[in-house]
């Protein structure tokens, strides 16, 4: 499946990996936590004990009228809007785009 992942002080890049609960914990280095976005419908998740472990910061998102409304830490990972029953998609370029112009970097 098509996504995209994001490292402190890294750039975003595409990657194709299987959603599974596995590959998701391994690349966030951890348990998973939902990152928040009211811009788009994209799915993101990070490592739910990032802040407590002290991972590095990686951006912040922002609130629809811009203000800052959490510091994001660690690895990132982001797919395409669930499906119906709950599961990953591919992420678009068009969602990439838009969902990353939401995001500001550290």
Known sequence: MLAAIKQPGGIWRCLDIKPTLDNIRETV????????????????????????????????????????????????????????EGNETDLTSELFNKTTASVKDV
């Open 29 to 84: 280095g951890g348990d998973i936590e939902l990152v928040p976005n009211l811009h788009t419908k994209a799915i993101m998740y990070c490592n739910e004990n990032g802040k407590i472990s002290g991972l590095e910061p990686n951006f912040f998102v922002t609130n629809p009228d811009g203000t800052v409304m959490d510091c994001i830490v660690g690895t990132v990972i982001m797919f395409g809007p669930s499906d119906g």
